[in-house]
Structure formats: structure tokens, C-alpha cells
């Protein structure tokens, strides 16, 4: 975007900010944001928050550098970690609630929404996986590990379209911005 694009206003906050305060207004216990590109920026934003830092120095390395450094930062009883994008602050709440209660309602080591039979975010990923997952190259990433195991992998419907999109282009940020208006 030629922009840090967590730090972008969105809704009278920045991105950044409207997706922790979606995600501690869920049934999550612990947060942990994985600082990488611009992190003094982005450190100065949700400092304030009650959430832990990690920084990831592979950053440039991909998106599954940043799930790793968080998966290593987790505490040691951690039951499932929830992997949420940093520039989707439209997925709200509910959302993630409806993630955390199929996981607890149905045993399944992932769990994802889907919306009209597409997969989207956030994914939430059991401990048992967590080796793995360290194992992975930044091939296909998570994708790899939801390959390998399909048969514990439960796909979440809801209604809201959301979990499909996130901020990648101006155009997108200026779509998403129309849609709060």
C-alpha cells in the first residue's frame, strides 16, 4: 500500500486498534500481537491495551514467520491459539465467539468460518498442533497444515461476509472505509 497499513485511521481508531478491541471484546483470555514491519508505530498504538508483544525479525519472511513468533510466545497452558489478520478489523466478535464455541462444542483441532463455502478467518489451531506448525516453510503455510488434517478440521457457517476480506490495496482500505459510513 506504501503506507503502514495498521496504523491507518478506520472508524475514528486505527486498523490495528478496532481489530484488538474486537478481539477483547470476545471470549479470548490472552492476546498477543506479533510486531513486525513499523513496530515502534504500531507498539505506540496498543501499548495501551491489555495484550502482550512479541516481535517477529523474520517478518518480511511471510505471514507464517508472524504465526510461529506467537505460537512461541504463547503460555505454556494455552489450550488453542486463534490466528486473526491484523488488517481485518471488520471481523467483530461474534464472529470469533462463534470460532471459540464450535471449537469447544465440537472437539476439532481447527476450526474456521466459512461463508458461503468459502474459508475464511480467523482460524483457530489446537496445541497439539503447535510442533508442527513450527515445522512449516512458508510455502503454503497454514493451508499445509489444514491438508494434512482434514478430518479435524471443522468449517464454522455464519452469515457474515467479512471473514473474507481484509486490507491489502488502497482500493480495498477505501472499500472497507464506504462500508463503516
Do not use: W
Amino acid at each position: 500500500m506504501g503506507t503502514p497499513k495498521m496504523i491507518l485511521p478506520f472508524g475514528g481508531k486505527s486498523i490495528i486498534e478496532n481489530v484488538i478491541e474486537n478481539v477483547i471484546s470476545s471470549n479470548i483470555d490472552n492476546i498477543i500481537i506479533v510486531l513486525g514491519s513499523n513496530k515502534e508505530k504500531v507498539l505506540k498504538l496498543t501499548e495501551k491495551y491489555p495484550v502482550m508483544h512479541c516481535f517477529n525479525g523474520n517478518y518480511k519472511e511471510g505471514m507464517l514467520s508472524s504465526v510461529k513468533c506467537g505460537f512461541e510466545n504463547l503460555p505454556h497452558d494455552f489450550r488453542a491459539a486463534l490466528v486473526l489478520l491484523g488488517d481485518q478489523p471488520m471481523i467483530r466478535s461474534s464472529v470469533i465467539d462463534l470460532v471459540i464455541k464450535t471449537y469447544n462444542n465440537f472437539g476439532k483441532g481447527l476450526v474456521l468460518p466459512v461463508y458461503n463455502n468459502k474459508k475464511g478467518h480467523p482460524l483457530l489451531i489446537d496445541k497439539k498442533y503447535r510442533n508442527e506448525i513450527m515445522k512449516l516453510d512458508g510455502g503454503e503455510g497454514l493451508k499445509e497444515l489444514l491438508k494434512n488434517h482434514p478430518d479435524d478440521l471443522y468449517e464454522a457457517g455464519t452469515e457474515d461476509p467479512s471473514i473474507l476480506r481484509d486490507i491489502d490495496t488502497t482500493e480495498d482500505y477505501n472499500k472497507e472505509l464506504h462500508q463503516i459510513i
